[in-house]
């Protein structure tokens, strides 16, 4: 079975900072790796993935994530935000082959970004 | 291309009564997924289809919730009767294959009063 944990459940920052939102995971398989966003009342919008290849991800809207294997970690980083990333944002993660959690994504709990001018 | 269809978008409902709601996965996506979104967590996977099939329905509530997905295309989840508890947000996704990228609906939020 696989858990994510998402160290922060809010994160307030100002707008043109730099924002980090960290994201562990537990696996005994191997795992591809996501990032979701969610808009207030809106279903969830891929940022990012890590299937294979270079641990540093880039994603839509200026986000870029690292995947580190032996932290088991995906943070999700932004280096300068503006009011529209406010959002929640999701770290998921999907057994890659096999098993009875294929095709099974689990979703950490979500991290509320919110940019203040 | 044009995303997963989710509809309705909201419905509010009395507890006992029945309720459903319909997806259109991404035209091509074999694999179609419902979630439940609680208020304040992460989407939980209800049920899994390959095509027709239901693959992993181990996290359904069977004793109120059914879901089918007829000629291997649009799904509908339904609920009856609805409790108190049921109220969430019903997120439908669909992806090429099971391992592959999930895309997600705009989601049916549920009130049940």
């Known amino acids: 079975a696989q858990s994510v944990t998402q160290l922060d459940s809010q994160v307030p920052v100002f707008e043109e900072a730099p924002v980090e939102l960290r994201c562990n995971y537990s696996?005994?398989?191997?795992?591809?790796l996501f990032w979701y966003v969610q808009y207030p009342n809106q279903g969830l919008q891929l940022l990012l993935k890590?299937?294979?290849?270079?641990?540093l991800v880039k994603g839509i809207n200026g986000f870029e994530a690292e995947f580190n294997k032996s932290q088991t970690s995906f943070h999700l980083r932004k280096p300068s935000v503006h009011i529209s990333d406010t959002a929640e944002y999701f770290c998921?993660?999907?057994?890659?082959?096999?098993?009875?959690?294929?095709?099974?994504?689990?979703f950490g709990q979500g991290t509320i970004l919110t940019v203040h001018p | 291309e044009a995303g997963v269809v989710q509809s309705p978008r909201y419905k509010i409902i009395e507890k006992k009564q029945p309720v459903a709601f319909w997806c259109n996965p991404i035209?091509?996506?074999?694999?179609l997924y419902w979630y439940r979104q609680n208020l304040g967590q992460g989407p939980e996977l209800l049920i899994r289809?390959?095509?027709?099939?239901?693959?992993?329905d181990s996290q359904l509530p069977k004793d109120r919730f059914s879901a089918e997905r007829l000629k291997g295309v649009d799904s509908t989840l339904k609920i009856q009767p609805a409790e108190l508890g049921d109220s969430a947000v019903y997120l439908c996704?669909?992806?090429?294959?099971?391992?592959?990228?999930?895309?997600f609906g705009p989601g049916t939020r549920l009130t049940v009063l």
């Open positions: 996704a669909s992806s090429l294959g099971g391992g592959d990228t999930q895309y």
């Open positions: 696996s005994s398989v191997s795992v591809y």
């Open positions: 890590y299937l294979s290849g270079s641990t």
């Open positions: 998921a993660v999907i057994p890659i082959a096999g098993g009875t959690s294929y095709g099974k994504l689990t």
């Open positions: 035209s091509g996506h074999n694999t």
């Open positions: 289809y390959e095509n027709e099939e239901a693959v992993d």
